[in-house]
């Protein structure tokens, strides 16, 4: 698969759910908040959702590049009737993934996690299929 | 007159981007002139080294002012770049003055806790 950062490559069917995927370079982290934005204006989202949802994926997306060795940033956006659920790839080592095993410390430290979990009404960790992701929930309307 | 200096930040897309002209990446301008640092654009990881450069020798005398009015996005990335041009700023017994916050600084600003903290210029 390249590299071609292509977005917004709509799968599976739920209603408005869009996935987007950008290398994992922070220069690239523009181009996720601008197609995010885009994508909650187009469904509707006031500017303050808007500008809570963009903030929340950038902080995420600079978790994942400088807290992981994944080569992608992935997400979902998805509206759903009164809230907005955001999932983003945690891309760590699925060989080395333990169940049991605490999550990275150093993931979304300091001020990042202050802030999602500020703006988000909920963050929780979950694991699918061997891999582990963040799902985020705002509440809207 | 003050010395001036400006910091612009930001790359062109990548070959394989060229079909993509919705892609953006961030951009930052950052001028200096005396002791107004005024901030232009996006302020993220990616561009607020940048930012951090243009703050570090506290510019001018007196209140160091940071004019983000242009400031269309901030995340942590910039919160941490002033929070350490603050701490710069007060050692050297002076002040940074948050000046003109764009809604998109001070809602970072508010949802950080940091409203009582920075010193924040109230939007006319």
Do not use: Y
């Not at chain 1, 490559?9 to 523009?30: C, K, W």
């Not at chain 2, 953006?24 to 940048?50: I, K, M, Y």
């Not at chain 2, 243009?54 to 009015?69: I, K, N, T």
């Not at chain 2, 700023?89 to 002076?94: F, K, M, N, S, V």
Request: aromatic letters at 2%; charged letters at 25%; glycine letters at 10%.
């Amino acid at each position: 698969m390249g590299h071609t950062g292509h977005m917004d490559r709509s799968v599976g069917g739920l209603t408005g759910e869009h996935v987007l995927s950008v290398p994992a370079d922070l220069s690239r982290i523009a181009s996720l908040r601008n197609r995010v934005s885009d994508v909650a204006r187009a469904e509707g989202a006031e500017d303050s959702v808007v500008g809570d949802l963009t903030l929340v994926v950038s902080e995420l997306a600079t978790n994942v590049v400088q807290h992981s060795d994944a080569s992608q940033i992935s997400l979902v956006l998805r509206h759903e009737p009164g809230r907005w659920v955001l999932e983003v790839d945690d891309a760590g080592d699925e060989d080395t993934l333990d169940p049991d095993s605490p999550p990275d410390p150093e993931a979304l430290s300091g001020r990042g996690l202050f802030i999602v979990q500020a703006i988000m009404d909920e963050v929780e960790s979950v694991e699918r299929g061997g891999s582990r992701f963040l799902r985020c929930i705002k509440l809207v309307g | 007159m003050g010395e001036s200096l400006t910091l612009s930040c930001g790359s062109a897309p990548s070959p394989v981007d060229s079909g993509l002209m919705s892609e953006a990446v961030s951009r930052l301008n950052v001028s200096v002139e005396g002791s107004v640092v005024a901030v232009e654009g996006d302020v993220d990881a990616h561009t607020c080294p940048d930012l951090i450069a243009a703050l570090e020798p506290l510019p001018g005398s007196g209140d160091v002012r940071v004019d983000v009015s242009a400031v269309g996005f901030m995340d942590s990335s910039g919160l941490r770049a002033l929070i350490g041009a603050h701490q710069n700023a007060e050692a050297a017994g002076r002040r940074l003055v948050v000046a003109r916050p764009s809604s998109a600084v001070l809602r970072l600003i508010e949802i950080s806790g940091l409203s009582d903290h920075l010193h924040v210029e109230s939007v006319d």
